[in-house]
C-alpha cells in the first residue's frame, strides 16, 4: 500500500520504502462517571477523530527495494525536513493511503538511528484526522426567529437654504445655537461662498 503526504505542489512526497503496517482507529468519546452513591455508569460519546501510525525506514544509501518517485536517491534528511515543516506549520494536510484518502494533522514522530545499518533512520508518526466545525443557529424558545435589526443608516446631510436678510451668524446661531460658530458653516461652503459676507437668496448651504 502506497503512503503519500501532500498538501501542495511543493511539498509532496511519498516515503521510499512503503511501511509494513499503517495503524487506522476511531477511537469513542465514551466515559464513566460515579454517582452520589459511589455507582458508575458509563456515558456514551461520538466517535472521536481517527488517527493514523505507522512506522517507516528512511534509508541513507540506495536500496533495491527502495522506491524514488523520480529515479532520484534522496537520504533520510530529505523526508525528515518535509516533516518538520509539516509539523511547524500546524496546519491540515492530506495523507492518501492506497485509494483512500483523508485530512489530518501531524500530532508528532520520533526518530531512531540505527548505526549498524549505514546510520539508516526509523521514524514513527502520529496522524490525527480532522472534523469541521459545525454551525449551529440558536433560535429563542416558542421556534419564532427574533426580528431582523434593521442596519443602520447614515442620516442625510443637513441643509439650508438662504432667504433674504439671511447672514452666516444669524444661520448658525439659529442651527448651531450660537452664533460664533458660523466659520464652521463657512468651511462646508467654501466653494460656493468664497466672501462669508456675501451669500445670495437661494443659495443651498450644508450646515455641521
Known amino acids: 500500500m502506497d503512503l503519500y503526504f501532500t498538501k501542495n505542489t511543493a511539498l509532496r512526497f511519498r516515503f521510499p520504502v512503503t511501511p ?10 465514551g466515559r464513566t462517571a460515579a454517582l452520589i452513591d459511589t455507582t458508575e455508569i458509563s456515558l456514551p460519546g461520538g466517535p472521536g477523530l481517527r488517527e493514523v501510525s505507522f512506522e517507516a525506514l528512511l534509508p541513507n544509501r540506495r536500496y533495491p527495494f527502495a522506491v524514488y518517485p523520480d529515479g532520484v536517491f ?4 530529505y523526508y525528515l525536513a518535509m516533516i518538520e515543516q509539516l509539523k511547524a506549520e500546524r496546519e491540515p494536510f ?7 484518502s483523508m485530512t489530518v494533522t501531524l500530532e508528532g514522530f520520533t ?8 546510520g539508516d533512520v526509523m521514524i514513527s508518526v502520529r ?8 454551525v449551529r443557529i440558536l433560535r429563542p424558545s416558542g421556534g419564532v426567529s427574533p426580528p431582523p435589526r434593521p442596519a443602520p443608516q447614515t442620516p442625510p446631510p443637513r441643509t439650508y437654504t438662504v432667504v433674504r436678510g439671511d447672514t452666516l451668524w444669524a444661520i ?5 445655537g450660537n452664533g460664533a460658530r458660523w466659520p464652521e458653516i463657512h ?3 467654501r466653494e460656493a461662498v468664497p ?3 456675501l451669500i445670495r437668496v437661494g443659495q443651498v448651504l450644508r450646515l455641521p
Open 20 to 29: 509494513r503496517a499503517v495503524s487506522l482507529t476511531a477511537p469513542g468519546r
Open 74 to 77: 534522496r537520504p533520510a534528511g
Open 94 to 100: 492530506t495523507v492518501i493511503l492506497g485509494e483512500k
Open 111 to 118: 526518530i531512531a538511528e540505527d548505526a549498524s545499518f549505514g
Open 127 to 134: 496522524l490525527r484526522g480532522t472534523r469541521e466545525a459545525a
Open 172 to 176: 448658525a446661531r439659529r442651527f448651531l
Open 187 to 189: 468651511a462646508l461652503n
Open 195 to 197: 466672501d462669508p459676507n
